[in-house]
């Protein structure tokens, strides 16, 4: 059989790029190491698969050339991630923030459509086959792969790596691309992990974990990036969305800076309330925004029992300092294990922004999470895998 092109991994950026290669009549073969396609895609949003987001835009997303994804989203937007799984049944319902999940549907109903749809157009997802190495000859890919115990061989003239980060390894993450990228001399920006919860150990570390299960909404941010949303308390540290995003802009050995009220101002309310109550005591303001539990572990920084007309300059100047300037030094984060995305991957510099063609491997196209995109939580990271597997497929 002879294929136009091979495309390693059959995940969400090389199941969309063998499915719009197949609309232009191109043949091509998926290898997959995994026993099926679109492991990531099956557990993403908890099994619900956050597919996209309205609002995305090049600004949601971190590289080292932050203009680079402008072309790929032209070509493929987001309100063609919509049209294509609308044409096959799936309709978006927004859950929060622009999120799109499938309505009544979910994760294994998007997979479907790739499958149903290379199954239909005969493009075939060769599925346990780990590929071990690649060799180019006279303009041609030779891939060497594993099946069944048994090494093979094949060969197209247009290779498409598509491998993805290395989140989950459990889960059949490899650094197949990095390696392969390395091996070939092309530059790699620095890869993390990210999208990851974050870990407080030492001295604070019981003050976190006595809030296990608490969620609070706040604004996290650091000198990069800010993100309003919900924090959640673990016996480890921290984690629920405004954690994960800023994990992103996270470095270690930075502080972040937790907004316990935004958009509000404590010593305003604190003023107003005077006027009216003066005798309350400082955890019954507090009730009015945090749950008891958490209002209780505040007392470690401020004095619950004093009356609110009571507290000195000082006890005001802590209440601003705790309520708005709520400062955490992470130890670290929780790893690869539990991270959504890797930060970094193959420099966007190798690449072709219009094709996402290397610039030094001809013939040889990188897309999805292996590439130096990482997209914000809230289905940025999948639209980045469809729109570069669709931009690959057009030159293929
Ligand atoms: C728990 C979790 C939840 C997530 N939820 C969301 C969400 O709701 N919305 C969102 O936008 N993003 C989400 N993401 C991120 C999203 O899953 C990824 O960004 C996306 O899957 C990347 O697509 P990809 O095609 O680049 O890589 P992947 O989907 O990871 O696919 C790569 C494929 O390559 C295969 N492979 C690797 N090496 C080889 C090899 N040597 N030979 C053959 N095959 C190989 C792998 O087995 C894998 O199937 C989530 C991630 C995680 C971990």
Same mark, same amino acid.
């Given at each position: 059989m002879?294929?136009?092109?091979i495309?390693i991994?059959?995940g969400?950026?090389g199941?969309m790029?063998a499915?719009?290669? +197949?609309?232009? +009549?191109k043949k091509?073969i998926?290898?997959e190491?995994?026993?099926?396609p679109g492991?990531?895609i099956?557990?993403?949003?908890g ?8 609002g995305? @835009?090049h600004e949601q997303f ?5 203009h680079?994804v402008k072309?790929a989203?032209k070509?493929w937007t987001?309100?063609d991630s919509? #049209?294509?799984?609308e ?5 978006g319902?927004?859950?929060t923030? +622009?999120q799109l999940? /499938?309505e009544g ?12 749809l290379?199954e ?5 997802i ?10 180019n000859n ?8 594993r ?7 094949i060969a197209a /003239? ?6 993805g +980060?290395?989140p !989950?390894?459990?889960?059949g993450a490899t650094d197949f691309?990095?390696?392969?990228a390395?091996?070939?001399?092309l #530059?790699?920006?620095? @890869?993390?992990?990210a ?5 407080i150990?030492?001295?604070d570390?019981?003050?976190f974990?006595?809030l296990?299960?608490n969620?609070v909404?706040?604004k ?7 993100f309003?949303?919900n !924090? ?7 984690s629920?969305?405004?954690?994960l995003q800023i994990s992103?802009y ?7 800076n !937790?907004d316990?009220? /935004?958009?509000?101002?404590?010593l ?7 006027q009216?109550?003066g ?6 303001l507090? #009730?009015?925004?945090y749950t008891?539990?958490? @209002?209780d572990?505040l ?7 004093k009356?609110i007309a ?6 005001m100047?802590?209440?601003?300092? @705790?309520?708005?300037?709520?400062k955490v030094? /992470?130890?670290?984060d ?6 959504e ?6 420099d966007t510099?190798?690449?072709?922004s ?5 610039k030094k491997?001809?013939?040889?196209y990188f897309g ?5 995109v990482?997209g ?10 469809w729109?570069?597997g669709?931009v690959?497929?057009q030159?293929?």
């Amino acid at each position: 059989m002879a294929y136009d092109a091979i495309i390693i991994g059959a995940g969400a950026c090389g199941l969309m790029c063998a499915v719009q290669a +197949g609309f232009l +009549g191109k043949k091509v073969i998926v290898l997959e190491k995994n026993d099926k396609p679109g492991a990531k895609i099956l557990i993403s949003g908890g099994g619900r698969c956050n597919y996209t987001n309205i609002g995305a @835009t090049h600004e949601q997303f971190i590289s080292a050339n932050e203009h680079f994804v402008k072309s790929a989203f032209k070509q493929w937007t987001v309100e063609d991630s919509i #049209n294509f799984f609308e044409t096959y049944g799936i309709y978006g319902a927004e859950k929060t923030l +622009g999120q799109l999940f /499938p309505e009544g549907k979910n994760a294994k109903d998007v997979v479907n459509v790739f499958t149903s749809l290379c199954e239909e157009m005969g493009q075939q997802i060769l599925c346990n086959a780990e590929v071990t190495s690649i060799n180019n000859n006279d303009g041609e890919y030779q891939v060497n792969y594993r099946i069944n115990q048994k090494e093979k061989t094949i060969a197209a /003239p247009k290779l498409v790596i598509a491998t993805g +980060g290395l989140p !989950i390894p459990k889960m059949g993450a490899t650094d197949f691309a990095l390696k392969f990228a390395r091996k070939h001399a092309l #530059n790699i920006v620095e @890869t993390a992990p990210a999208l990851v919860p974050l870990t407080i150990t030492g001295k604070d570390e019981d003050w976190f974990a006595q809030l296990s299960g608490n969620s609070v909404f706040c604004k996290v941010s650091n000198e990069e990036a800010s993100f309003e949303e919900n !924090i959640l308390f673990t016996h480890w540290g921290l984690s629920g969305p405004a954690i994960l995003q800023i994990s992103s802009y996270w470095r270690r050995g930075q502080e972040i800076n !937790i907004d316990l009220l /935004p958009n509000e101002n404590i010593l305003q309310i604190l003023s107003t309330e005077r006027q009216h109550n003066g005798r309350i005591q400082l955890s019954t303001l507090l #009730n009015r925004f945090y749950t008891k539990k958490f @209002t209780d572990a505040l007392g470690k920084f401020l004095p619950l029992s004093k009356t609110i007309a009571d507290l000195t300059k000082a006890e005001m100047e802590a209440l601003e300092q @705790t309520i708005h300037y709520f400062k955490v030094k /992470p130890a670290g984060d929780k790893g690869y294990d539990k991270a959504e995305v890797m930060r970094g991957g193959i420099d966007t510099n190798e690449l072709s922004s219009k094709t996402l063609e290397s610039k030094k491997l001809i013939g040889c196209y990188f897309g999805g999470e292996c590439v130096d995109v990482t997209g914000w939580l809230g289905g940025y990271n999948f639209q980045w895998a469809w729109a570069s597997g669709y931009v690959i497929a057009q030159c293929i």
